[in-house]
């Protein structure tokens, strides 16, 4: 019996992912001609050269479409294929009693949907390297969907905190982070001392809105915690913990409010059923064009 195909999304694919297009309606084939006789018979793909997808541990490779896809591949105690894309690439996991052309069938049968997740990671992350942050004196980074410009203020002349954040000439489009570090500070004393006052900032944020909206839903939470991931937003778990990522204070409170209104729901519905997006739509019911943000406006690239 082929074994079935289980599709491990990760949350983007929760909180991003919109319903697949209807495919086009398929057009009449014409006829053959002399002129087509002539010609040699090389299919169009083969002719040419197909897309590439390498994920930095592949030990697999398979031609999917018009696309050459080396994966990294595993066995394991599953029931399932699973498949995961993310920003590395394609990861594809087997129970040990799986013959290897089963997963090739199964990767055939869901090559759609591969193609689509790759070409989407890969855009998103031509996107953020084009937002990579230059860590230095005057570096600008976004603060609740602001621009904000880093200063090092050699002099220490605030609490013990490590930064402070002053209000600009022009307001928030002028706001200074002043990073209580010499003017030879490194690359890695800069972005470390601007990470912990973002996270500072992200944890009494995610505490308020978590308490403002749990009410609205009916639910409790118990424990938040940040995170680091690169391809999840947050996640929950049904003892009432909440983990949201830290990045998040990079973009606009509206933003955030999905994202967090998005992990309480799942205090009620662990799954992405219609009777959860109910409940995300109940709070927020612009709740796709926030989700949207976070698929058009990548985070800044941290390196």
Do not use: C
């Not at 002399?34 to 398979?62: C, I, K, Q, T």
């Not at 410009?149 to 600009?168: I, K, W």
């Not at 307001?171 to 972005?191: D, M, S, Y």
């Not at 994202?259 to 709070?283: G, K, N, T």
Request: proline share 7%; net charge positive.
């Amino acid at each position: 019996m082929r074994p079935l195909v289980q599709l491990t999304l990760d949350l983007f694919d929760g909180l991003l992912a919109a319903p697949p297009p209807r495919p086009d309606k398929p057009r009449p084939v014409p006829e053959r001609t002399r002129a087509d006789d002539a010609l040699p018979g090389v299919p169009l793909n083969d002719a040419l050269a197909p897309v590439r997808f390498a994920h930095p541990r592949a030990s697999r490779e398979a031609r999917l479409g018009h696309a050459l896809v080396a994966y990294e591949f595993a066995r394991g105690r599953r029931r399932t294929i699973g498949f995961v894309v993310d920003a590395d690439g394609l990861s594809v996991r087997a129970p040990r009693w799986v013959a290897l052309r089963d997963v090739d069938a199964a990767l055939q049968e869901k090559s759609a949907w591969i193609l689509r997740k790759l070409a989407e990671s890969q855009q998103r992350e031509a996107r953020q390297e084009a937002t990579r942050i230059d860590w230095r004196d005057g570096a600008v980074l976004p603060f609740l969907g602001a621009p904000v410009h880093l200063r090092l203020d050699p002099a220490h002349g605030f609490a013990a905190a490590g930064a402070v954040l002053d209000a600009g000439e022009d307001g928030a489009a002028g706001r200074v982070l002043r990073l209580a570090l010499p003017q030879q500070a490194g690359v890695a004393q800069i972005r470390d001392a601007a990470q912990a006052w973002l996270m500072r900032q992200a944890r009494r944020i995610f505490a308020e809105r978590l308490d403002h909206f749990a009410p609205l839903l009916g639910v409790r939470w118990t424990k938040l915690s940040l995170s680091n991931a690169a391809t999840r937003w947050g996640s929950a778990s049904a003892d009432g913990s909440i983990r949201l990522n830290w990045r998040l204070v990079h973009y606009r409170l509206d933003i955030i409010d999905y994202v967090v209104v998005h992990e309480l729901a799942h205090l009620r519905v662990m799954d992405h059923s219609p009777r959860f997006w109910d409940q995300v739509e109940r709070v927020l019911p612009d709740y796709a064009q926030r989700r949207q943000v976070l698929k058009d406006e990548p985070a800044p690239r941290w390196g």
